[in-house]
């Protein structure tokens, strides 16, 4: 008969393997300031840095919790694209692809941060305005992996409003003025 511990050591293996959050690959390598305190330093970290499932190792989640742990204030990454997906020119356009500099444009969207991978480590930074991105010295760039929200339309002031309605009110007016000449211009005979 099979010894108990041969089921249950296993058995609990697999659901701690289940329920267990993932390891998360994102590591800060080197003491770095807030990205947010509005300098164009970024943090270094080791690994990789994609839009995969939050389960996935290299998701841009785990680097959010991994920055969150050691960082403050707290920063949360809203995935836009990346510049090596194959739909990125249906977002903005990139130059510098494997150099050590380039530009990049985004125009319908309010960047927040952004991340540079190159080797095997990556550099995040906070999006402070410009267009340019840079490896930090290192070598082998990989991808550009952009966050933030969609722009969206201003709300019209008051005073576009107040023209809206007086521009109804005279097409509502005109529309009156001609049925009602439209009805008096019958005759009975």
């Avoid at 005279?170 to 009156?176: E, L, Q, S, T």
Wanted: glycine share 12%.
């Amino acid at each position: 008969m099979p010894n108990l511990r041969q089921f249950i050591l296993p058995a609990a293996m697999m659901v701690g393997a289940i329920f267990a959050p993932p390891a998360s690959a994102a590591v800060i390598l080197s003491p770095c300031d807030s990205v947010t305190d509005g300098d164009s330093d970024g943090c270094l970290f080791k690994g990789n840095i994609n839009g995969t499932d939050p389960m996935n190792k290299h998701s841009y989640k785990n680097v959010e919790a991994a920055y969150n742990e050691l960082m403050d204030p707290d920063i949360t990454l809203n995935w836009i694209t990346k510049t090596d997906d194959g739909d990125f020119g249906d977002f903005g356009s990139f130059t510098g692809l494997g150099q050590n500099t380039g530009t990049f444009s985004l125009p319908d969207w309010e960047l927040e941060y952004f991340a540079v991978k190159a080797g095997n480590e990556f550099m995040l930074y906070e999006y402070i305005g410009g267009s340019t991105w840079t490896t930090a010295g290192q070598q082998g760039m990989s991808h550009v992996a952009f966050f933030g929200t969609p722009n969206t339309p201003g709300v019209p002031e008051p005073s576009t409003w107040a023209m809206l309605i007086l521009g109804f009110g005279f097409v509502g007016g005109a529309m009156r003025l001609a049925k009602r000449r439209e009805t008096s211009s019958l005759t009975f005979a």
